[in-house]
């Protein structure tokens, strides 16, 4: 196969996981053998045919370094999953914009060099998509980083919360420009979100009358802090919306409250709560904990998005991949139920489905 040129927009803790991975998987062949993976090949591509071109952070710890350092620099604190061999692509000085948030002015060193061309650096090096692992609250640099993929030409996929391809007007111009586009916020591959509405749901296919749910939890990291300060609410009110449609009637739901607690580091607790009442009334409690930990949850659906994508630049489709961003993530352009999401994301891999 040929390879997938990708370059990454911020090389924190998911960039790590992502970079890792592709290292941690290459030498399997065998599906049963690649433990932890939803998939080893898609369409064809195998996690070896990712090759990082460029890589942009503002963290004085990390540009200039090779990435294969760079994943391993403070503030990074992920697991080490494998040793990276050198990628000879240098971390390069994008526009801080919002990328650093009030909590996180003491953890973070901006470096002091200038910032680079980013469009030009893209088109130097090659890079076909771009992926933004930007912090959560920087929608400015989000943005920013969306227009210079654009100007290099470049298929883009945002896993941050930033709305960029669940909005109208950037869609518009990927489309213009020809060139694919996904998102907004990636969804775990085992997430407190989807945990809780399958509770739910086997609850209430069951015949139990659910009255009272919640869901918090607790992770350390820089981005729990950033979430912390800039992006709670609106985790929370999305969270919460999202959990309300595993039931088929109304009650008392909270979901992804969420708290930083430093020593955690990448780690995070979730805590799931449910009150309801069965037969007879008969009342039923469940009360239960998911212990995961952040980056590595990313890996494997970023492992099938950016197959996904490079699948459309292979077969010429441009604009908002709809099939895509619905399986991979929490606010697609087009929101449908899991089950109709992942068979449409199917199809669309077989080239059954145009998008
Ligand atoms: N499982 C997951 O971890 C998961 C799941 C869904 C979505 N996400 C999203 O992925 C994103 C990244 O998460 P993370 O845990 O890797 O965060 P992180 O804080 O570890 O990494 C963010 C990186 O961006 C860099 N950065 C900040 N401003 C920048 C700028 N202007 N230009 C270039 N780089 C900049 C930081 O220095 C840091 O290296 C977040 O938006 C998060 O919401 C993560």
């Known amino acids: 196969?040929?390879?997938?040129?990708?370059?990454?927009?911020?090389?924190?803790?998911?960039?790590?996981?992502?970079?890792?991975?592709?290292?941690?998987?290459?030498?399997?062949?065998?599906?049963?053998?690649?433990?932890?993976?939803?998939?080893?090949?898609?369409?064809?591509?195998?996690?070896?045919?990712?090759?990082?071109?460029?890589?942009?952070?503002?963290?004085?710890?990390?540009?200039?370094?090779?990435?294969?350092?760079?994943?391993?620099?403070?503030?990074?604190?992920?697991?080490?999953?494998t040793d990276v061999p050198r990628l000879d692509a240098p971390v390069l000085k994008g526009q801080v914009l919002d990328g650093v948030g009030e909590y996180l002015k003491n953890v973070v060193t901006i470096d002091a060099s200038p910032t680079v061309d980013v469009a030009q650096k893209l088109k130097e090096n090659d890079a076909e998509i771009v992926v933004s692992l930007l912090p959560s609250g920087a929608r400015k640099a989000s943005a920013w980083y969306a227009k210079e993929a654009l100007k290099a030409g470049c298929a883009y996929v945002n896993a941050t919360p930033a709305f960029i391809a669940s909005d109208a007007a950037w869609v518009k111009s990927f489309e213009k420009a020809r060139l694919p586009i996904v998102g907004d916020d990636l969804v775990d591959q085992v997430g407190a979100t989807i945990l809780h509405k399958v509770l739910l749901k086997t609850l209430a296919d069951r015949g139990v009358r659910v009255s009272e749910t919640y869901q918090l939890d607790v992770g350390g990291g820089t981005e729990s802090l950033d979430t912390l300060e800039r992006t709670r609410e609106v985790k929370r009110i999305l969270k919460t919306k999202s959990v309300e449609t595993a039931l088929p009637y109304k009650a008392s739901v909270i979901a992804g409250s969420?708290?930083?607690?430093?020593?955690?580091?990448?780690?995070?607790?979730?805590?799931?709560?449910?009150?309801?009442?069965?037969?007879?009334?008969?009342?039923?409690?469940?009360?239960?904990?998911?212990?995961?930990v952040d980056a590595p949850n990313a890996g494997s659906i970023m492992f099938d998005v950016i197959r996904a994508v490079k699948i459309a630049l292979d077969r010429g489709i441009a604009g908002p991949l709809l099939s895509v961003s619905a399986y991979a993530f929490k606010r697609p352009p087009q929101a449908m139920s899991l089950e109709?999401?992942?068979?449409?994301?199917?199809?669309?891999?077989?080239?059954?489905?145009?998008?």
């Open 1 to 81: 196969m040929t390879k997938i040129k990708v370059a990454l927009v911020g090389v924190g803790n998911c960039a790590s996981a992502l970079v890792q991975g592709t290292c941690y998987y290459r030498n399997m062949e065998e599906e049963a053998d690649a433990i932890g993976l939803k998939r080893l090949f898609l369409g064809g591509y195998h996690p070896r045919d990712f090759e990082f071109v460029s890589a942009f952070d503002i963290e004085a710890r990390k540009v200039g370094k090779d990435l294969s350092e760079a994943i391993f620099s403070p503030p990074n604190i992920t697991l080490r999953l």
């Open 258 to 292: 969420t708290d930083y607690v430093d020593f955690l580091e990448n780690r995070r607790d979730s805590y799931f709560w449910i009150q309801g009442l069965f037969f007879g009334r008969t009342p039923l409690q469940l009360d239960l904990r998911l212990s995961s």
């Open 340 to 355: 109709k999401a992942e068979g449409m994301f199917e199809g669309f891999i077989r080239g059954e489905v145009e998008r």
